[in-house]
């Protein structure tokens, strides 16, 4: 059996066809690449074959990619240049074919798959959803190995190619066909009319066909505007530019992609270019930044098939109710809203004045705008999508809802009583959930009848941007019902993570220490630029006093006085927080436009610190007795990510979350914490649990018993053990 099968016509077209044996998606694996070699061979100077097509007999997929096991198996640098030299050897093998070759591309066509796609003289697409294109290689710390860097840049020119290679985000097949990436799209009920008229057209004109034509007066007038007018090296400065402010020079991949690309792009040298793109390749795919991006790709897989649900399987294959409903239209509902709309899911929004349901639509309607100005939706299309969205002030309508999610103000005993109002009005099998970010789920639910159907679905702010969602599951929440919120939020476009029901759940729980320790710093040292500064250069995307501003102070402190309330000393809030919480309500961040920092006209750039904080600072260490004192960088550093490491034990040792992968996933999508470094639990790996534990002893002695080590990683550390094998 085979892999690739091989097809060959009368009129002397053959067809290689990619249909990896048991596999849903095909892959460029070692052993299909040496497949793929020795069809190359026998294709070779066959003089009965006149023109070659690659295609694949997979449904919504041409080829994905490399097998990205082997290249997470790699382990030095000569098993790397092996492996890499080997695949371009390959598809250059198919570059020089003296015959045309014509890649048909039906579904995704990424990174490995792209650059065989690029081996080939022309390439046809097939229009729909399923068919986009992309080298996502930076995005596992690696660049294109098997001659991306090269072919895509002489196609399509500098600007474009560098779009695709440094951000690793694929394009549709329109943008495709617009720069140059395909030279012909098609509908699939007219594919094979319009590859046999494409077919005859390269046969019968040869060198001379249209397309051809058209690609080489596209080149001509990109040499003129990249080279004689020198643009493409305002086009490198620039692009270096972005990277330097998306990244801070934390990921080293696209700054090697682009590297790569000056060195090489528009210099008649092919060989040499292909060897510089090998070196790049091999130098990242050997270093911890890939194996922790890598590590996460698999993990985010295994998040997508699970179920949530611990060896059970449910006869429904993807959860998505006609009819939703939000109560509560605020900023926060309102995104909810959008989001059921945006993904075609009628939506009834609820709240109790007409005012507050105008907050919601312009939370919508203001996402909405922003699709349509970087051109992700059209007018129509928006319009259709509005079209999802009713109101009401009262449960009018709500007889036919099947999914309601609750998003009203963090009261315990509101949210109770609306519930309990709630499930009077909706059918029997409705699901309802509440969008709490720390109140008990189990509480909540005392005021219903069918509890089993209830559970927590804690959304992150911005819901169009933050991709987490934290399923949160109560004492009595039923199997099925876990598994359709977990199905619906993976249907959203979500990453759903199902979290025992405790306080604060999982990334709270986790990142409010975290944000207090900064503050117990603060009031220590008052240096709110340097520990802003210094988290940043760990990797954080803000420091924690910026986070709060855009949290809200009084958000933060709410959820703060909630965990001090379940688990005492070890959470109390610093005097800092509480005293502006409690005294100084003008200064509750970008929303009051004064905070840590001074938040003028909404500006997220040049932010001056506000000098009131400081003035605060001084009073309290009077009256509360602290003394001001010089703290080491490093243990700034450390006191933050030491108490955040210790909860995230805790949170495993207690089964909050399923595993150490999982929760590092969670910290990541719902906090930003820094994905190179793996997850907060992998550094802990990475610097040695006993390191972690040697540290936490020391600020527990010198500090406070905040620090006091859990008995999960006390007895890691005794045992040598990691998160992670």
Not at 106 to 135: D, F, H, P, Q, W
Not at 255 to 281: C, D, P, Q, W
Not at 331 to 345: K, T
Not at 476 to 499: F, R
Request: charged fraction near 25%; glycine fraction near 6%; proline fraction near 2%.
């Amino acid at each position: 059996m085979s892999n690739i099968k091989f097809f060959l016509d009368k009129n002397g077209v053959a067809n290689l066809e990619f249909d990896l044996l048991d596999q849903k998606v095909n892959i460029l694996s070692k052993d299909v690449l040496a497949e793929l070699e020795s069809s190359l061979n026998a294709i070779d100077g066959n003089k009965a074959i006149r023109i070659l097509l690659i295609s694949s007999a997979k449904k919504d997929n041409f080829i994905a990619g490399a097998d990205i096991n082997e290249i997470k198996d790699i382990k030095d640098i000569a098993e790397a240049k092996n492996k890499v030299t080997r695949g371009q050897n390959i598809l250059s093998k198919l570059a020089n074919l003296k015959i045309p070759t014509i890649a048909v591309i039906n579904g995704s066509c990424l990174g490995g798959g792209l650059e065989l796609a690029l081996a080939c003289k022309y390439r046809v697409a097939v229009i729909g959803k399923k068919t986009l294109m992309g080298l996502p290689e930076v995005n596992l710390g690696i660049i294109p190995g098997f001659g991306g860097t090269q072919r895509l840049p002489k196609l399509v020119g500098a600007t474009e190619s560098l779009k695709i290679i440094l951000s690793g985000k694929p394009i549709d097949v329109n943008k495709a066909f617009k720069i140059g990436l395909v030279d012909l799209i098609s509908h699939k009920e007219f594919l094979e009319e319009n590859l046999t008229k494409f077919v005859t057209e390269i046969i019968e004109k040869e060198n001379k066909n249209q397309f051809l034509v058209n690609r080489n007066s596209a080149a001509k007038k990109r040499f003129i505007f990249e080279s004689i007018l020198l643009v493409k090296y305002f086009i490198y400065y620039f692009a270096s530019k972005d990277l330097w402010e998306k990244t801070k020079g934390k990921y080293p991949a696209p700054f090697y992609a682009l590297e790569v690309v000056k060195r090489t792009y528009g210099n008649t040298y092919s060989n040499k270019g292909f060897a510089i793109e090998v070196e790049a390749f091999c130098e990242l795919v050997i270093g911890n930044i890939c194996k922790n991006l890598i590590d996460l790709f698999f993990i985010s897989e295994k998040i997508k098939k699970d179920s949530g649900i611990i060896g059970k399987e449910f006869d429904f294959k993807e959860y998505s109710p006609k009819n939703a409903a939000v109560i509560g239209a605020g900023v926060m509902g309102g995104g909810i809203a959008w989001l059921f709309a945006n993904n075609d899911i009628n939506v009834r929004i609820k709240d109790v004045s007409q005012k507050a349901i105008s907050i919601g639509y312009n939370q919508i309607f203001k996402v909405f705008d922003q699709l349509k100005k970087i051109k992700k939706l059209t007018k129509s299309q928006i319009d259709i999508k509005s079209s999802k969205v009713t109101s009401s002030l009262d449960f009018n309508g709500f007889a036919n809802v099947d999914f309601i999610v609750e998003a009203v103000v963090e009261n315990l005993t509101i949210k109770k009583n609306l519930i309990s109002e709630l499930e009077k009005k909706v059918p029997g099998n409705a699901i309802i959930v509440s969008n709490t970010s720390s109140l008990s789920i189990d509480k909540m639910s005392e005021s219903l009848t069918y509890p089993e159907r209830f559970a927590g679905m804690h959304f992150f702010n911005p819901v169009n941007k933050m991709p987490l969602v934290e399923v949160i599951r109560g004492k009595k929440t039923s199997d099925v019902t876990i598994a359709k919120v977990v199905s619906l939020a993976k249907s959203l476009g979500k990453t759903p993570i199902v979290v025992k029901d405790k306080a604060g759940f999982l990334v709270n729980r986790i990142l409010l220490p975290y944000m207090n320790e900064a503050s117990y710093i603060l009031q220590e040292n008052n240096d709110i630029g340097l520990i802003d500064k210094l988290i940043e250069d760990f990797g954080m995307p803000m420091g924690p006093f910026l986070l709060a501003d855009v949290v809200g102070i009084d958000v933060g402190c709410k959820v703060a006085l909630l965990l001090e309330e379940n688990f005492h000393e070890r959470m109390r809030v610093s005097d800092l927080l509480m005293e502006i919480y409690l005294n100084h309500k003008n200064l509750l961040g970008k929303k009051t436009e004064k905070g840590f920092y001074i938040h003028e006209n909404n500006s997220s750039t040049n932010l001056k610190i506000n000098p009131e904080i400081s003035e605060i600072i001084k009073k309290l260490q009077i009256s509360k007795n602290i003394t001001s004192q010089y703290i080491l960088e490093k243990d700034i550093v450390e006191r933050c990510f030491m108490i955040m490491i210790n909860e995230a034990a805790r949170c495993i040792e207690e089964g909050i979350v399923k595993d150490a992968q999982y929760l590092d996933m969670a910290m990541i999508m719902g906090t930003g914490f820094p994905a190179f470094r793996g997850g907060i639990l992998k550094y802990a790996d990475n610097i040695g649990i006993s390191k972690v534990v040697e540290n936490l002893n020391k600020f527990q002695d010198k500090i406070s018993q905040r620090f006091e080590v859990c008995d999960l990683l006390n007895e890691m550390s005794s045992k040598n053990q990691r998160f992670y094998n």
